[in-house]
Structure formats: C-alpha cells, structure tokens
C-alpha cells in the first residue's frame, strides 16, 4: 500500500508541527485521488490558521485531536478516480492541505470546475469547495501556475476589497490607509486603487522599517509610514483603515490619532499573528469589524451572477502579477522537514516578501 505525508500543525502553538505518515485510503464511489504537486506559501497560510477555529478553515481537512492542516492554493493531479465525471490525469487547482495527496468527492461538475461535495464540507463557504479543471481554462491562464498559488487568490481579495470600498462610497473617506502593504493583499489593494483613474483617495500604507525599499519598489502609496510613526498620518482626513496585520494595539492608537475621522475600521489579515488582538471596545470613530470576503462575494454573485467577481478579480489578480514579476522571485521547496522548517520562518515574519515560496511534500 502506497504512503502520503502530510504537516500537521498544532492549533494552539503554531509553531509545533508534526509529520505524519500513513497509508492510503480506498476510495469510496464518487471519490477521487489528488496528488498534490505544489502550494504557495504566504502570509495567507497564516491567517487561515490563525483564524481556523473562527471561520472554520480547520473544517476542510479534519485531523485528529489537538493538530490541524494548514490549508492553502495549490496545483494538483488526479492520479486515481471512481467518479464518472472526473478522469485521471486531470490537473486542478484549488484549495488543499499541506499533503502530498487528499481524497475529494466532485459534485455539480462543469467543463472547467467542479465542487467538492464532501459530508464534512456541506457548511463551510462554498468559495474553498470550487477547484478548477485547467484544461477548461484559457491557455494563458495554464501558464500562471506559481501565480495563481501565490498571487491570485491574495489579489482576488485585495480586488474584493476594493470593490467593497468602492461599493460603499470609501464610507466618506479620503486616504485609505493600509496595514502590513507589504503583504501581497496590502500592495495587491494599493495597486488597484492608485491605478484606478477615478479614485483619487490619498493611498497610505504602513509597513516595518526593513520593507521599505520593496514597497517603494512597488510605487502603489503615496505616503508610506513605518510602524512606530503613525503620528505622520494626516489625522484632519477622514479614513479608512484597512488592517492586514491584525494588531490590536495599532488599530487602537490609529482609532485615537483619527478619533471620528476614523469612517470605517476593517480587519483583513493576522500578518502581525502573535500580536494582542483584543482592542478597547469603546474605540473613537468607527467600529472594528472583521472582513469576511465570501460575504461580500455572495453579495456581488446575486448582483452581478454567480462568479463574475470572483472573474474580475482574477482578471485584476493577473494583471498586477504580470505587473509586480520582476519584484518577486519563486523558490521550490520541497521535503517534509524543509517545508516545517519555512512554515515556522513565515510566522516569524522572516521570509521577505520578495520571496514567493513554492511548497511541495
């Protein structure tokens, strides 16, 4: 019987991880076997681990006791199948586990989609159930495989964001300001915005002292302040704050720098994972909300029809990957023990984002 190996995450220490090798499951009726070929690796893993017990992302691929898998955006084969609508030798795209293989059930299947239709799956945003058959796809598209890991579904949120900016008039603001934009979601939505002739909002984005040269790099603000400076933000500008990092104590000290001109206050990311989340709860200016993006791409899906903003946002995605390639350069990594070794260095917050780390197990 053939083995998979899978990284298992302890779910209340991150940092503590464990290889697991088991043999194969028989597929069921309906089933099929995916190998995984390759995942990228970003702050994106982060906050889908950090935030696994609220949303649910834990749910995806169930492992036992106290341990999850970290899921995320990867490239994959069909190397085995009882389904009658998915053949071997199909190539995917989607959301997976860090493993060298998972078990999916296809269901609602199209030329270039279907669903995974998994009992375990039925409740969790249908956003992550959807994988892509790429040979359905435009052949430009198959060629973006190491984007679309690592850039596209970042850049298809920082699209979503910015529609919802968009959607709600900047709830009156006049300078977005962004948190942690040297994350792919961060410069992703600065880029939309300075490159949209009809928003003429200041752009400001916060970031540590060591990012600099790459966000300057990226020319997408128009001021660039470093954490521990915020008192360089024009505080007499109504804002809205647009937060990657999930830093409790920033959002607090931006919400008394603003007071009322703070206009909306919305929590993306946890790039800044380790930092106290708790805020005051009678912050000055807008309320602090977390941003569900599925929610507002329900939203534009009833509006607009089922998957045209997800469309447009990878449309948007590819265009700022094309835009943004000189600047960041893919690395293979492979190997259980290596894969453990750099998923601790991105919780550390040591693995520059010039780096687009590609993992394999």
């Known amino acids: 019987m053939a083995m998979k190996t ?4 302890a779910r209340d220490d991150l940092r503590r991880t464990k290889i697991v090798e088991s043999e194969q499951q028989p597929l069921e009726v309906g089933q099929i076997r995916v190998a995984i070929e390759k995942m ?13 017990e609220a949303i649910g992302y834990w749910k995806y691929f169930p492992a036992e006791g106290e341990w999850g898998k970290v899921p995320g955006w990867a490239m994959a084969d069909v190397v085995e199948s009882r389904s009658n609508a998915i053949a071997e030798g199909e190539r995917l795209y989607g959301f997976f586990p860090m493993a060298s293989e998972v078990i999916l059930k296809p269901g609602h299947v199209a030329d270039d989609f279907f669903m995974d239709v998994s009992e375990h799956r039925a409740e969790l945003p249908a956003l992550y159930n959807q994988y892509r058959r790429t040979k359905g796809e435009p052949e430009a598209l198959q060629k973006l495989e190491d984007e679309r890991c690592l850039l596209f579904p970042l850049f298809v949120t920082s ?13 009156g603001a006049q300078q977005i300001i962004i948190g942690s934009i040297s994350s792919k979601t ?11 002739p009809n928003v003429t909002h200041k752009v400001v984005g916060l970031t540590s002292s060591g990012n600099v040269p790459f966000v300057e790099s990226l020319n997408c603000c128009d001021q660039i302040v470093t ?21 409790g ?18 929590v993306v990311g946890a790039t800044h994972w380790e930092a106290e989340r708790k805020r005051d709860k009678d912050l ?7 941003f569900f993006a599925p929610g507002h791409i329900a939203k534009r899906d009833a509006e607009w029809g089922h998957g045209e903003i997800w469309r447009r946002g990878s449309e948007a995605g590819a265009a700022i990957a094309r835009s943004i ?20 260095d991105m919780l550390d917050n040591k693995v520059s984002p010039s780096r687009g780390i590609m993992i394999s197990l």
């Open 186 to 196: 961060g410069f992703g939505l600065a880029h939309l915005l300075k490159n949209d």
């Open 40 to 52: 990228g690796l970003t702050a994106n893993n982060v906050s889908y681990a950090v935030s696994g």
């Open 249 to 266: 104590p920033l959002t607090g000290k931006l919400h008394h720098l603003l007071r009322e001109n703070m206009v909306e206050s919305c």
């Open 159 to 171: 699209f979503v964001l910015y529609d919802y900016l968009i959607d709600n008039q900047f709830f």
């Open 325 to 344: 390639s000189d600047q960041i350069a893919v690395e293979a990594i492979s190997g259980s023990g290596d894969v453990a070794r750099i998923w601790c």
């Open 6 to 9: 899978e990284l298992w995450v």
């Open 284 to 290: 000055p200016g807008a309320k602090p909300k977390f």
């Open 227 to 247: 954490y521990g400076s915020e008192d360089a933000i024009d505080a007499s500008l109504p804002a809205a704050w647009i937060d990657m990092s999930g830093d």
